[in-house]
């Protein structure tokens, strides 16, 4: 075999090889799977009501070890 046919064969292979593991289709942006939308958005406003809740405490105990409150 000549050197181009053997990297044209190499070329096809990397190509065939290199697909995503994580598109198996393309998703449609005309109908939204929102059952995911809600999870995703439930999930970062439930974890920023943590990040409140935990810095208003923080800041509590800080007032109270000082004497500022």
Do not use: I
């Given at each position: 075999?000549?050197?181009?046919?053997?990297?044209?064969?190499?070329?096809?292979?990397?190509r065939v090889g290199?697909?995503?593991?994580?598109?198996?289709?393309?998703t449609d942006t005309?109908?939204?799977?929102?059952?995911?939308?809600?999870?995703?958005?439930?999930?970062?406003?439930?974890?920023?009501?943590?990040?409140?809740?935990?810095?208003?405490?923080?800041?509590?105990?800080?007032?109270?070890?000082?004497?500022?409150?």
């Open positions: 075999m000549t050197l181009s046919r053997l990297l044209s064969r190499v070329g096809f292979v990397s290199s697909r995503s593991a994580f598109t198996s289709s393309k005309r109908n939204p799977n929102w059952v995911r939308v809600g999870l995703a958005f439930g999930s970062s406003a439930f974890l920023w009501a943590l990040l409140f809740k935990q810095h208003s405490t923080d800041v509590h105990e800080y007032k109270v070890r000082n004497g500022l409150q």
